[in-house]
């Protein structure tokens, strides 16, 4: 399945680039994603991972990778450990954490008082959906303010915010009773433009999972087209970054030549 193939791959390239630079942002997840796929690999590593680790997740992020791995699959991948967030948690200083968290304040804020704790000997973080740039801001003053960015090896956009249920079957993660909420008469345009937001970051995420820039057609005018142009927007704004590695394209050229048009019908 993609989705637990970039997963596995979020949980074991720590274990092959532990000498990337530290801090690196932006997509990491994604491009790992694509390559698992592109390699056709989707399953377990042949031999278990030697570098033992834990692995921290909220309530929302819990709920992505429950369908996907078992215990023993996530033993296999080095994880020895796995925990919620909001739970009482004990420090094991000489192992290494990955955070697979909501973007959220309160998730910055534990981030931030772990790394300055010393809970984990160092702390990789990703994110379901991309971390606002006020919130990477908050992480980064407090990690300087206790004196712990060290503590922080990577921060990166995992572009994994939707539950697969099944090999083709997936929902948004956290969004609950959204038909309701967009048509509501009482909904206001904030609600129901955050809504619309929720679904396009979903959206956008099995995009990068299956490494496909896709042809978007809506219904003009609801919150169909609303959803339709936000991620025509974020792709083509990642797909102009000459950063982003959102997609595993063979080159820039074959990104900005993928058929990513946006037909309102």
Known sequence: ????????????????????????????GAAAAAGVLAAGDVSLPMAWSHDWKVL??????????????????????????????????????DVAAIYFLSPTAVAIRMLVDDAAAGRYRDLCCYFATPLPHSLMETLALGCVQHACVP????????????????????????????????????????????????????LISVCATVGVVPLIVAPPGGPAEMVAR????SLRDHLASPTASMFNAASPEEAHASPLVSQLL
């Open 151 to 202: 503590r922080i090896s990577r921060i990166a956009d995992a572009f994994m915010a939707f539950v697969a249920l099944q090999p083709r079957l997936f929902t948004a993660a956290g969004l609950t009773n959204s038909f309701a909420a967009f048509a509501s008469p009482s909904a206001t345009e904030e609600e129901v433009t955050a809504y619309a937001a929720n679904v396009a970051h979903a």
């Open 230 to 233: 936000m991620v025509d927007q």
């Open 56 to 93: 921290i997740y909220d309530t929302a992020t819990r709920a992505i990778v429950s369908p996907l791995l078992t215990v023993q699959e996530l033993h296999a991948c080095g994880v020895t450990l796995h925990m919620a967030l909001e739970s009482p948690r004990d420090s094991i200083p």
């Open 1 to 28: 399945m993609p989705r637990a193939a970039a997963f596995i791959r979020l949980l074991t390239e720590r274990d092959e680039d532990a000498g990337d630079e530290a801090g690196s942002s932006g997509g990491a």
